[in-house]
């Protein structure tokens, strides 16, 4: 079955709207990683659900609209929908997200600072047996006794008990 000029149009300026559309998600996606994902691993796997998100998306579409045909233009119109967002509106976005994001991090690490402040402060106060440890020094051990000391003593009593 052949499509009119007007369907494929049609199609078309539909794909460019698809495109845009994947890069307003991309840029969702973009804020996320940015908060959340520190490691090359969980970018990688972030990506790639994303790619499989819009790829599967493309491909209901190019079911919907091209009778189950992919077409080579409706990919394109896709594509240059994708670039044209990420090089106007996603510039755009990036410019009110990243500051409000790095602005985020460092207020939750002055917040995490002042929590650990504060629990150091409460372990040092409340009980000096869990913050000695820390120190090296035994959980049970006192300054004035030594493990040497202890096991001087036992071979003693052993001594004095084989006496007896």
Do not use: W
């Not at 052949?2 to 559309?21: D, K, M, P, R, V």
Request: proline share 1%.
């Amino acid at each position: 079955m052949e499509l009119t000029f007007s369907q494929q149009t049609t199609a078309f300026l539909y794909s460019l709207i698809f495109g845009t559309a994947a890069g307003l998600f991309y840029d969702i996606f973009k804020i996320i990683r940015m908060t959340f994902c520190k490691s090359k691993i969980s970018v990688f796997v972030l990506d790639l659900i994303y790619v499989l998100i819009v790829s599967l998306n493309l491909f209901i579409f190019s079911a919907a609209y091209m009778f189950g045909f992919v077409r080579v233009f409706v990919m394109f119109g896709s594509i240059i929908g994708f670039l044209v967002c990420r090089l106007t509106v996603g510039r755009l976005l990036s410019l009110v997200y990243c500051p409000l994001i790095y602005f985020g991090e460092r207020i939750c690490v002055k917040i995490s600072r002042k929590i650990k402040k504060i629990l150091k402060k409460l372990l040092k106060n409340s009980n000096k047996i869990l913050y000695n440890v820390n120190k090296n020094k035994g959980i049970f051990r006192n300054n004035d006794n030594n493990s040497v000391e202890k096991a001087d003593s036992f071979k003693n009593e052993k001594k004095h008990n084989e006496r007896k």
